[in-house]
Nanobody, 121 residues
Framework: QVQLVESGGGLVQAGGSLRLSCVASGSISSINAMGWYRQAPGKQRELVARVSNGGSREDADSVRGRFFISRDNAKNAVYLQMNSLKAEDTAVYYC???????????????WGQGTLVTVSS
């Protein structure tokens, strides 16, 4: 089976930086897109940023210029560098993989368990 494991969440002061990591485990043949979503208390889950296997990128207006997504296909990993953090960035951040194929199965979508990012002001 395919599993996504996130790391890097924690407490940071406003204006600071944090780097999230996500690694997909399993006998993976290919992953179409990998990205990050977040969900703040009382709000719906929203896209933060994503990148395809071909390198095309998409990010939310609220984080553009502050957050930067990168991907390492060889490691089946995706990273999110978060700079100039604001209190409103506080949320649980979830790694997401779309179009995942391993030795036996195809997965339309796989989610990680989430990592909490808390920005203090």
């Amino acid at each position: 089976q395919v599993q996504l494991v996130e790391s890097g969440g924690g407490l940071v002061q406003a204006g600071g930086s944090l780097r999230l990591s996500c690694v997909a485990s399993g006998s993976i043949s290919s992953i179409n897109a990998m990205g990050w979503y977040r969900q703040a208390p009382g709000k719906q889950r929203e896209l933060v940023a994503r990148v395809s296997n071909g390198g095309s990128r998409e990010d939310a207006d609220s984080v553009r210029g502050r957050f930067f997504i990168s991907r390492d296909n060889a490691k089946n990993a995706v990273y999110l560098q978060m700079n100039s953090l604001k209190a409103e960035d506080t949320a649980v951040y979830y790694c997401n993989a779309q179009g995942v194929r391993d030795t036996y199965r195809y997965f339309s979508e796989v989610w990680g368990q989430g990592t909490l990012v808390t920005v203090s002001s």
